[in-house]
């Protein structure tokens, strides 16, 4: 098994073995995602995110960072029946190949997916979201804090995937030359939501890092 998260191997091996295996389309697109070299969440990152969709009673969903729609998907069938999940992605082979996969599950009714620049769909957008998964470009997600703030309904969730970033955002020793710019613009967002007056934030060290943050205020579960 290819374990490339931040905690030990063993670790990881071990939480995954207590995962039930993937059927059906999702065993089909993590067989695609991996021969295509495309990154999906990892399989604790979808459990984390089903049972955190679930408790929460979260049905109106925004993501950012489509892929092939793995993850539009796992939280469609977290949120369940009358869910919406409109999912944000830039590039159009990814667009496609997302609709096409979301078109052969049970969720083509609930999830649209918006070809774009997420900062700019973002600003467009004026739907209140019960929850917000951001797994994007890892250098911008600082950018689109203050839009998706507006977006997300008092009492709602941010969580944002890879925030640890390879650990290298917890650690210069780990820290490629490369990367510099990515790590010194998360070490920042991080900051952002952990010191933002609205936000209760946790970071979690599971899958690349995960951040949770719930936004001040009592979410009206009328809506």
């Not at 995962?19 to 979808?46: D, H, L, T």
């Not at 973002?122 to 929850?131: A, Y």
Request: contains cysteine; proline residues 3%.
């Amino acid at each position: 098994m290819d374990v490339d998260g931040i905690s030990r191997d063993y670790i990881q091996e071990y939480i995954r073995s207590n995962i039930a295996p993937s059927e059906g389309i999702f065993k089909s697109m993590e067989r695609y995602a991996k021969e295509n070299r495309i990154p999906i969440i990892q399989p604790e990152v979808a459990r984390f995110l089903e049972v955190l969709i679930k408790g929460l009673r979260s049905h109106r969903i925004l993501e950012v960072g489509t892929a092939i729609g793995y993850s539009a998907i796992v939280m469609a069938r977290a949120a369940g029946k009358g869910c919406r999940v409109v999912t944000i992605e830039k590039d159009a082979d990814m667009v496609q190949r997302a609709r096409d996969n979301i078109d052969k599950s049970d969720f083509s009714s609930n999830i649209e997916v918006v070809r774009g620049d997420a900062l700019m769909v973002i600003n467009d957008l004026s739907e209140g979201f019960d929850l917000v998964f951001v797994d994007g470009a890892k250098g911008h997600y600082g950018e689109m804090l203050d839009s998706i703030l507006k977006l997300l309904v008092p009492g709602g969730t941010l969580v944002c995937d890879n925030v640890l970033f390879r650990g290298m955002v917890a650690s210069d020793s780990l820290v490629k030359r490369r990367k510099i710019t990515i790590v010194k613009r998360m070490r920042r967002f991080l900051i952002s939501i952990t010191q933002h007056p609205l936000l209760e934030t946790a970071i979690v060290p599971i899958g690349d890092g995960v951040s949770v943050s719930v936004k001040e205020g009592i979410r009206d579960e009328k809506d």
